[in-house]
């Protein structure tokens, strides 16, 4: 499975988008690009995936260049329960590999 | 559906002492995970399943060991508790999809403290 990089923090302010970066420079044509996210301590919660095209859902939006190297996940309107740690992962396989995500920041 | 569950939700082992970790998914998912997450760190996966009777080794198997004899269960023993197994322990469930594209649901964890 395809690395992924991620910034280790972001914040963002409330009622903004959040957009999250990741680059997978390496992934492979058969490997989705998946988003999970991690709210302080519990399981970590399915978000959203796609493969070239982009894709939104009722949760977030996820873009992917072109070329695949890299995507960005955007929650249209952050509150503060959005506050996590988000994972992105390059999967082709049955087998999740977690990084360490990024920690995302919503201030009041 | 209740989804994912987990027992205990949090217990202290003393070195040395063993158990077991219960999963149970009621979603008639086939494959099932183990995952440890360690302070700051990512979730590594420990062992997984495909189906009952399937299990097979993840990234870290060292001092566990797993059973898969129903679709629903995946429980995993810790048989000779070190400090070095404290940790978040998660379990999750998928059904088989296209190669890469299935999503996998986890549970609420199982915090473990080896004094």
């Known amino acids: 499975d395809a690395k992924t990089t991620q910034p280790p923090s972001m914040d963002c302010a409330e009622g903004r988008a959040a957009n999250l970066p990741c680059n997978h420079s390496?992934?492979?044509?058969?490997?989705?690009v998946y988003w999970y996210r991690q709210i302080h301590s519990q399981g970590p919660q399915y978000i959203i995936h796609?493969?070239?095209n982009n894709e939104t859902n009722e949760m977030a939006s996820l873009i992917i260049t072109e070329d695949r190297k890299s995507s960005t996940l955007i929650l249209p309107h952050a509150t503060l329960r959005d506050t996590a740690v988000y994972y992105c992962?390059?999967?082709?396989?049955?087998?999740?590999?977690f990084g360490q995500g990024t920690r995302l920041t919503i201030n009041p | 559906n209740a989804g994912v569950t987990q027992t205990p939700k949090f217990r202290i082992l003393k070195i040395g002492q063993s158990m077991t970790l219960q999963c149970t998914q009621d979603?008639?998912?086939?494959?099932m995970y183990w995952y440890r997450q360690d302070p700051g760190m990512g979730l590594k996966l420990i062992y997984y399943?495909?189906?009952?009777?399937?299990?097979d080794k993840g990234e870290v198997p060292n001092g566990y060991n797993v059973s898969r004899s129903t679709t629903e269960d995946f429980p995993l023993r810790l048989e000779l508790a070190a400090p070095s197994q404290t940790s978040v322990y998660f379990c999750?469930?998928?059904?088989?999809?296209?190669?890469?594209?299935?999503?996998?649901?986890f549970g609420p964890g199982t915090r473990l403290l080896v004094l």
């Open positions: 979603m008639n998912h086939n494959y």
């Open positions: 399943s495909v189906g009952a009777g399937i299990t």
């Open positions: 992962i390059a999967k082709g396989a049955q087998k999740l590999v």
């Open positions: 796609g493969l070239k």
């Open positions: 390496t992934i492979s044509g058969n490997e989705y």
């Open positions: 999750a469930s998928s059904k088989p999809g296209l190669a890469g594209k299935e999503t996998q649901y």
